[in-house]
């Protein structure tokens, strides 16, 4: 179990430079630490969603408006690549 968790960790990790150039955070923070303990890894979406909103207040998403036109018209669409990235990252 302890191999998975590190090889799991490492393929976020790939990505945290990027991340932290793109929205001055580290990716290890959104890793959904519920599923880590039973053995998956994933993106928190919920938790990076809060957290990108809270990161740029004044500019909070509009009703209409999805989390993804929210990324892409704050930071542009390589910053949504990486995201869409992550989500599917297993």
């Not at 580290?26 to 809270?54: C, P, T």
């Amino acid at each position: 179990m302890r191999e998975y968790i590190t090889r799991g960790m490492a393929k976020f990790m790939e990505y945290d430079d990027e991340f932290n150039n793109t929205f001055g955070g580290h990716v290890n923070h959104f890793i959904d630490k519920f599923l880590v303990s039973v053995g998956f890894f994933s993106f928190n979406i919920i938790s990076f969603d809060e957290w990108i909103q809270k990161k740029n207040p004044g500019q909070y998403r509009t009703n209409k408006e999805s989390l993804k036109m929210f990324i892409t018209r704050l930071y542009g669409n390589k910053a949504m690549e990486l995201i869409d990235k992550l989500i599917v990252l297993k």
